[in-house]
Every structure is written in structure tokens, then in C-alpha cells.
């Protein structure tokens, strides 16, 4: 007998507590399915970790924006290949250690010009420029320079975005209409990158030493010496592409706001900044790898803003069989929705749960399966050490250097298709005073 708590739990009517406890399992229709939707670290995570009984199950609007061979479509083996050779160049110190001083340099200077700017800006729009420049630079190196290309791109990734988790209503006028144009572009300008390099080698023009994950891609084979095909490495891209600046880009604004909120917080995120670079000797150049490996109050500001804020709220899995969690069926073929949201605002697992308090992982060590901003088991992020450490950078020198001047500092919030101001922070940046060259 199939049977689960109702829908109406979710709002906090008090009316089903106390017949059916805590279950953290909801019933509801979602973007046209039967869904799932579990909320508790001990119903979240075996479903995470669990690929023999489920499979992705993004609504299909969403896969096609990001493409039938993203990581979305592809079958586990595929999957396993191509997440293996692309992960590597952005996991661990050694290999991001390549692109951290072209981080820091695209960094110290956008927030320079920032600063010079007559107006007030939005600064979420700034940083995901800042953020989309740096992934570029790891993915398609040759075309990551400042220029028409890369503003083009950018913005059709922030239409792409929008319509993500927007209804799949393909009329002009609509987010979702609009994403299917801006998917349409940027597969142009990928095939166009793809088949100029292509030519380039077949005539032995390639003048560059260095190499990026398009070449990458364009070089592994299978083992029947099978090349991937053009399709393949496009929609990997294009998903990379787009995981890699989004997310980052909302994590960094909201941490640089949560400290601007916490005078308290932010002094003591401050001092550990102005220690490090009184430490730093002459002969040392900038920040460096092994320094963000030392801030150990910064990296809980950054836990704590992953936890507050759930850049990412949810994702979606689909039942390949019936499975039983925490006592109740979830008949095959139903999708399941994993609410980040509530296993990270969760009373039982985190004291006052809505208030940003860095300090709290002092002490705090989350059980198992209640910090998971980067999600589990084998669809774990991969580029969870990349954003930590262009987080760690952007807020070395922006709290050494810099204050933030809100122009509407109770701007309401939205929620999709991520939680931001709904004005992207409207706000002037200030030069401080500079304690020592910092650069
Ligand atoms: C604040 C920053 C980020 C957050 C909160 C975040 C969160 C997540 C989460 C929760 C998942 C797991 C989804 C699932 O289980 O279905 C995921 C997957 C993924 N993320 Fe991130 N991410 C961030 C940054 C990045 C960056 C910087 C990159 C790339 C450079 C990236 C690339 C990916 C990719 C490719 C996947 C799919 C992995 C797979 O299916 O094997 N993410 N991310």
C-alpha cells in the first residue's frame, strides 16, 4: 500500500505532525510528474548515493537547455568516462594551482574598475563576469580574452539560466523560449570554436603550447579509438560552462553581503586577512594556495554561506524500480525531488537555523548527510574545490581592500532560478585605505 504524508505538511500547518511525525517525505505534482519530494538528511542521502535504484530525473524542459549528452543524458558508463577526464583538471591544489594567477589578476582588476565606476553597479552581474572570465580561461582558453565573444556568451548564459527551472512554455515572450534561443547560440559559437580548431590541426596551424578541456575532449578516445562526437563535447562544455560561473558567482555576492550585514563577522574575517598578508614576506608574490589553506575562519564564513543560502535548492532523481525510504514506497517511475534546502535550515541538525553564524562550526560537526551544498555519492560536484578557492580569493582582496555601499539595502529576494536581490545588489564599491601592496 502506497502511502505518504500530505502535500499540506510542507506549510507548516501543524495539522499533520503529530498523526505522522517526521518523515521529511512530501507527495506533489511537479513540472508535470508524479514527484517525490524528501527533506531530511536521512532520506536525502541514501537516495544520493543509491545509482542502482535511481537514475537523473530532470523535467525534460531542462534537459534539453542543457543538451541530450550533457551529464544529465548519458548512460552510467559514459557518465563515469567523461566526469573522470574532466573532473581531474579541476580537483586538488596541483592542478588548480595552473589558473590561480590568472584568477587573481582578472580579480584584483575587475574589483579595481569596480571601484573607479561614477555609478552604482549590480554587482551580481559584475561578479558573474568575473566568475564566467575564469571558467572560460580553464575551458577554451584561445577564446577566454576580454571581447565581443565572451559578453555575447556571457549574457546568452545568463537567458539560458532563467530558463532552467522556469515552465516549459515555448512562446516568445517566455524565460523558457528565450533559454532555447540563448541554448541555440551558444551551440553555434561552441561548433564554430570546435571546427576552427579541427581545421587548424588538420593543418598543422596550432600555435598555441597550451591546451584546454574542449582539447581535451577533442582528443580521448574509447577503447575502440573512437573520437567523441562534436555533439558530446558541446553539451559538455556548454553544462561545465554554465555549472562553473553560476553557482560560484551567487555564492561569492552572498558571502561578500552576509559579512557586510555582520560588522562582527566581518571584523574577525578581516583580521585573519590582515594577518596573513602582515606574514607575507617581500620576497612573496600575491596570495597564494598554501595562505588560503590557513584560513580557517574564512572557509567557515564560506560553509556557512553554502548552508544558508543553497545556491543550489534542489536536485532531481527518478525511481528505476519501487524503493523503500523511510517506510513509505516510491513507486518506479516517480521523480524525486531533493530538497537541499531543508536538510541545510533544519532545526534538528542546525541551532537557529536562518541566522548566519560563521562561529557555529566551531563546535558543529554536521552528521552525516546534513552539509551537502555539493550534493553525494557519484554526482559529488566537481567543482567544489574550484569554487571554494575563487571564493577564498575574491574575499582575501575584497576584504582587504574594499567596502560595499548598498543603494537599496532591503531589496526583497528572489528565489529562482537562484536566491539573489531581486535589484542583483545595486551598490558602490570603496577603496580602503591599503594596509600593505596587496597585489
Ligand atoms: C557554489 C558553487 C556550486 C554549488 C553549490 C554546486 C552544487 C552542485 C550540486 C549540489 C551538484 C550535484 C547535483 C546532483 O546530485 O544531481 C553539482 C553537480 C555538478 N556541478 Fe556543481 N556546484 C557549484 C559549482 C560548480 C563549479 C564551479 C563547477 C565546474 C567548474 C560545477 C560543475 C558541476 C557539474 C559538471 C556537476 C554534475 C556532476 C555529475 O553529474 O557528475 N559546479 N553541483
Not at 505534482?29 to 537523473?56: H, N, W
Not at 551567487?250 to 586577512?273: D, G, I, R, S
Not at 531543508?342 to 554536521?366: A, M, T, V
Request: aromatic fraction near 8%; charge should be neutral.
Amino acid at each position: 500500500m502506497f502511502e505518504l504524508d500530505l502535500t499540506i505538511c510542507m506549510f507548516s500547518c501543524g495539522f499533520c505532525k503529530p498523526r505522522f511525525g517526521r518523515t521529511g517525505i512530501y507527495k506533489a505534482y511537479l513540472f508535470g510528474s508524479p514527484t517525490i519530494i524528501v527533506t531530511t538528511p536521512e532520506t536525502c542521502r541514501p537516495i544520493l548515493m543509491d545509482d542502482a535504484q535511481f537514475k537523473q530525473g530532470w523535467p525534460k524542459s531542462t534537459s534539453l537547455l542543457m543538451g541530450r549528452k550533457s551529464f544529465l543524458g548519458l548512460s552510467e558508463e559514459e557518465h563515469k568516462r567523461l566526469r573522470r577526464l574532466t573532473a581531474a583538471p579541476i580537483s586538488g591544489q596541483k592542478a588548480l594551482s595552473m589558473y590561480h594567477e590568472f584568477m587573481k589578476d582578472v580579480i584584483v582588476s575587475s574589483l579595481d574598475e569596480l571601484s573607479k565606476a561614477e555609478k552604482p553597479v549590480e554587482l551580481l552581474t559584475e561578479i558573474r563576469k568575473i566568475t564566467f572570465q575564469i571558467i572560460m580561461h580553464i575551458f577554451l582558453s584561445c577564446e577566454s580574452n576580454p571581447g565581443p565573444l565572451i559578453e555575447t556568451m556571457e549574457k546568452e548564459y545568463a537567458n539560458l539560466n532563467c530558463g532552467l527551472r522556469a515552465m516549459a512554455i515555448n512562446l516568445p515572450g517566455f524565460a523558457y523560449y528565450k533559454a532555447l534561443q540563448a541554448r541555440k547560440n551558444l551551440v553555434k559559437i561552441l561548433e564554430d570554436v570546435i571546427d576552427g580548431r579541427k581545421a587548424r590541426k588538420e593543418n598543422n596551424m596550432i600555435v598555441e603550447d597550451k591546451t584546454d578541456m574542449v582539447d581535451l575532449l577533442m582528443d580521448v578516445e574509447d577503447e575502440n579509438g573512437h573520437k567523441l562526437e562534436n555533439e558530446q563535447i558541446i553539451d559538455v562544455i556548454l553544462m561545465y560552462l554554465n555549472a562553473g560561473h553560476e553557482s560560484t558567482a551567487h555564492a561569492t555576492l552572498w558571502a561578500t553581503l552576509f559579512l557586510h550585514e555582520n560588522p562582527h563577522y566581518l571584523q574577525k574575517a578581516k583580521a585573519e586577512q590582515e594577518e596573513i598578508l602582515l606574514k607575507r614576506t617581500a620576497i612573496e608574490e600575491g596570495l597564494s594556495i598554501k595562505e588560503i589553506k590557513k584560513m580557517e575562519y574564512l572557509s567557515k564564513v564560506i560553509d556557512e554561506t553554502l548552508r544558508v543560502v543553497n545556491i543550489s535548492l534542489f536536485t532531481c532523481r527518478e525511481a528505476i524500480t519501487d524503493v523503500s525510504i523511510g517506510g513509505y514506497t516510491i513507486p518506479k517511475g516517480w521523480k524525486v525531488l531533493i530538497w537541499f534546502r531543508g536538510i541545510h535550515l533544519d532545526p534538528q541538525c542546525y541551532h537557529n537555523p536562518n541566522d548566519f553564524n560563521p562561529s557555529r562550526w566551531n563546535e558543529c560537526k554536521p552528521k552525516k548527510g546534513s552539509f551537502i551544498p555539493f550534493g553525494t555519492g557519484s554526482r559529488l560536484c566537481p567543482g567544489s574545490d574550484l569554487t571554494k578557492l575563487e571564493l577564498s580569493t575574491f574575499l582575501h582582496y575584497f576584504l582587504l581592500n574594499y567596502e560595499v555601499e548598498r543603494v537599496n539595502p532591503s531589496s526583497s529576494i528572489r528565489y529562482l532560478p537562484h536566491t539573489r536581490p531581486k535589484d542583483n545588489c545595486l551598490a558602490k564599491l570603496h577603496k580602503l585605505p591599503q594596509l600593505k601592496d596587496n597585489n
